[in-house]
């Protein structure tokens, strides 16, 4: 069973998880539990049904590089903006 996929803060049911998620919806991305390592081809089949209309990566504590080219390419067509953050 997969943990929780909260961006950050709690939730209820009456509260929202951040000022922010008054505004936005986010999809948090997952990690593989066996490597460690972020599952690009799960956050592929999810972007393919969310189809955000922005993408915003880079400063979490994922604690390894991202790969920005792996995960550019996982975006739906056309593609969103992306942004890229170097930690």
Known sequence: MAPPSLTHGYQTAKKKISASAIYFQSLPYQVNMKTGFIDYDK??????????????????????????KRLKAVMPLPPPPFFGVQN
């Open 43 to 68: 956050l592929e089949e999810n972007s393919k049904l969310f189809r955000p209309n922005m993408v915003i990566c880079g400063a979490s504590a994922y604690p390894r590089d991202w790969d920005y």
